[in-house]
């Protein structure tokens, strides 16, 4: 596998309230976690921390229990960090109303599942076409799925930024999994809104598509290099925060 990952404050805020993290080692298994914070002062930087922590935290030590079940062990390792940030956010007076957005991908040389919760994604690319898979927990999305809005003026929408399902703001928070075939050439992608609201679809596919079973490191580095400046150049009002991944043979990273 070949790798890449950008957290970028952007131009606007004072604070990077995103999170990620990036396991290679969980037994055949590896892990990518992205959160995007929400909260006063420095506690969208708290839960977002928290989450990607407690997530890597409990799949590193529940692996075994749980090595023939990954669908339960991602989704538990969620359940754990909504309980962690729900109760800092509860015994904390600085954390109170502190949340967090969350993407997670755990992945083997044949498959990945996804979890998530709010609007952070995750997106596939097989045989170079680009894939959302994950569908966002978010007001517009939801007026997008009812025919109210296009994709186009969501991208606008005044309250785009407003999610309906968050890691730490309720005492239970279930995310959507999804679980699909990948191999070698197919890319992944981890990224927070801070991206996806400033680059279009067909902009994250123009930069991701030609990554495949040819691609060096440094041509995965140079596409998050391209999808963070591509987001600057629009204006980075908001943290931006990415994770890449390219499925190669065994053999090709000897």
Known sequence: MLYAARSHIGLVRQVNQDSYAVHNDVGPWQLLVVADGMGGASAGEVASRMASEEVSRFVRNEFEAFADRPQELL?????????????????????????????????NEEQVIFVH???????????????????????????????????????????????TRSLGTAEQSDPDVEVLAWGPGDVLLLCTDGLTN???????????????????????EAAADGLIRLALERGGHDNITLVLVVHRERSDEQ
């Open 198 to 220: 400033l680059v279009t679809h067909q902009e994250l596919s123009n930069l991701l598509a030609p990554l495949g079973e040819s691609a060096s490191a440094d041509d995965v």
């Open 75 to 107: 989704v538990g390792a969620v359940h754990a960090a909504n309980r962690k940030i729900w109760e800092a956010a509860k015994t904390t007076d600085e954390y109170v109303g502190m949340g967090t957005t969350l993407v997670a991908a755990l992945f």
């Open 117 to 163: 919760v709010g609007d952070s994604r995750g997106y596939l690319v097989r045989t170079q076409v680009l894939q959302q898979v994950t569908k966002d927990h978010s007001l517009v999305a939801e007026l997008v799925r009812r025919g109210q809005l296009t994709e186009e003026e969501a991208q606008r929408h005044p309250q785009r930024n407003i999610v």
